[in-house]
């Protein structure tokens, strides 16, 4: 009895470790990308690599995320561990910002070089996607999942959102002093700094099960058929078409702003700060109407709210006139990513989820690369003038309208779920920020019994 005792007592401790660690780890994690990420299209400006490069290093580099995590199953395989492959991939993240720290002391870097480290960044940061879902998912008790992600979401977040504001602080003040080199330095510097204690923190985490034996790597044929049988398949056809849609435009906001309207680093940290406030504060809001109205209904808002969201920057480009855009656009990406991944990865299987995860991601970043190389023609066509950025963020909502006779093949749905916890990868003024999903803060159910029809649907 007292052995059990003292078992008990070890467990409960090493519990507590370990939520604790990943706790740090969402913050430092969230730092990194309000210190890095978000300020990378903007020094790519700031060494004079030009409009199109600062858009195509925004988007083009996601791909390699995408394609990255294909290797993850056999890496895993290889090293017999989930942690292992998350520990690795987020120290080689942590160690893309050497060469732009570098740089930016510098002041210079090319477009080539630049595409590629940031291409490793994405690479490694999205393969540890569906590696750490499944082993975060071995650490947290299933009762207090959906409280501990939620509480981790939220302070992940902070972090992000005090990341891009004290950013942008900085860079306004020492780019009025000629220091914008060094400013960018502190950032990138501060943002590895950021990913090696977020690194630390995952190291000192335990792995209860290296390999758990109810995943399964499900062969892709098998998804496909899956997903074109299911709900699944519509859902994911009608996200990379307003993907696709989004991303003609969402590069290009930060060039338009700095280079056109000539806006200060702080007025642009301002419109990132407005439409991620709104977003994370709605959330909470949006997750209750979901409980009433249902998720598909939800989506329903969601679509219909992002549909005009760059076309706002055509009618007007006064500064309070763009902050009100970008309040519609945090509410509205709110709804319309909270619906889109309960309806989606609630109707999954649990041990299938991050096979299915791969699979979305791998999409989800297919439908940015091809979105902005869309749009980075028609605005090399329109050759960068200011015109040419309006004709593109109409077009963007035009795109997005011509997408939503997709929702109507998608069959109306009820999940048993409101919320669910998300990692923010990266904050975009066009979207608010692109998040994605914690999976384990879904509830471990069936899409039988998950996922059902309305009756008479």
């Given at each position: 009895m007292n052995a059990q005792l003292e078992n008990g007592i070890v467990q409960g401790r090493r519990l507590r470790g370990d939520l604790s660690a990943s706790m740090i780890d969402g913050a430092a994690f969230g730092g990194m990308v309000g210190f890095g990420e978000t300020y990378i299209a903007a020094f790519a400006l700031a060494v004079g690599l030009g409009e199109m490069s600062a858009g195509m290093v925004s988007s083009l580099p996601l791909i390699a995320g995408g394609?990255?995590?294909?290797?993850?199953?056999?890496?895993?395989?290889?090293?017999?561990?989930?942690?292992?492959?998350?520990?690795?991939?987020?120290?080689?993240?942590?160690?893309?910002?050497?060469?732009?720290?570098?740089?930016a002391l510098l002041?210079?870097?090319?477009?080539?070089?630049?595409?590629?480290?940031?291409?490793?960044?994405?690479?490694?940061?999205?393969?540890?996607?569906?590696?750490?879902?499944?082993?975060?998912g071995t650490i947290v008790p299933r009762p207090i999942r959906a409280r501990y992600f939620?509480?981790?979401t939220r302070v992940s977040q902070a972090c992000v959102f005090a990341g891009f504001l004290i950013g942008g602080v900085l860079l306004q003040s020492l780019t009025a002093l000629e220091l914008g080199s060094v400013a960018f330095a502190i950032l990138f510097g501060v943002a590895g700094v950021c990913r090696l204690v977020s690194t630390w923190m995952l190291i000192k985490q335990s792995e209860p099960v290296p390999l758990p034996p109810g995943m399964r790597a499900i062969p892709w044929k098998?998804?496909?058929?899956?997903?074109?049988?299911?709900?699944?398949?519509?859902?994911?056809?009608?996200?990379?078409?307003?993907?696709?849609?989004?991303?003609?435009?969402?590069?290009?906001?930060?060039?338009?702003?700095?280079?056109?309207?000539?806006?200060?680093?702080?007025?642009?940290?301002?419109?990132f700060s407005i439409a991620f406030l709104a977003k994370v504060v709605s959330l909470s809001f949006w997750g209750r109407v979901a409980n009433k109205l249902g998720a598909k209904t939800l989506l329903w808002i969601g679509s219909l709210g992002i549909v005009p969201i760059s076309?706002?920057?055509?009618?007007?480009?006064?500064?309070?006139?763009?902050?009100?855009?970008?309040?519609?656009?945090?509410?509205f990406w709110a709804s319309y990513e909270l619906a889109f991944f309960l309806l989606f990865f609630e109707s999954i299987a649990e041990e299938e989820r991050t096979s299915v995860l791969t699979i979305y991601n791998l999409l989800n970043t297919a439908a940015w690369v091809s979105g902005s190389l869309l749009g980075g023609a028609l605005l090399y066509h329109y050759e960068m003038s200011f015109n040419g950025y309006l004709i593109l963020f109409a077009l963007s909502s035009?795109?997005?309208?011509?997408?939503?006779?997709?929702?109507?093949?998608?069959?109306?749905?009820?999940?048993?779920?409101?919320?669910?916890?998300?990692?923010?990868v990266a904050v975009r003024p066009g979207s608010a920020s692109l998040d994605t999903p914690v999976l384990a803060s879904l509830p471990d159910q069936t899409g039988d019994e998950t996922v059902r029809h309305e009756k008479g649907q």
């Open positions: 394609l990255m995590q294909l290797t993850s199953p056999t890496a895993i395989r290889v090293l017999k561990s989930h942690k292992r492959w998350v520990v690795l991939c987020a120290f080689l993240q942590a160690s893309t910002f050497i060469p732009l720290l570098i740089a002041g210079s870097i090319d477009a080539v070089t630049l595409l590629l480290v940031v291409s490793i960044y994405w690479g490694t940061g999205l393969a540890t996607g569906p590696a750490w879902n499944t082993w975060i939620a509480h981790r098998r998804v496909f058929h899956h997903l074109r049988a299911s709900s699944g398949g519509k859902l994911l056809v009608y996200l990379f078409a307003v993907q696709a849609a989004v991303q003609m435009s969402g590069p290009f906001f930060t060039p338009f702003m700095l280079t056109k309207l000539e806006f200060s680093y702080g007025e642009l940290s301002g419109l076309v706002l920057w055509v009618v007007s480009q006064h500064y309070a006139w763009l902050a009100a855009a970008q309040t519609l656009s945090g509410v035009l795109g997005r309208l011509f997408a939503l006779p997709l929702l109507l093949r998608v069959p109306h749905l009820i999940v048993d779920s409101d919320e669910m916890g998300v990692r923010t």
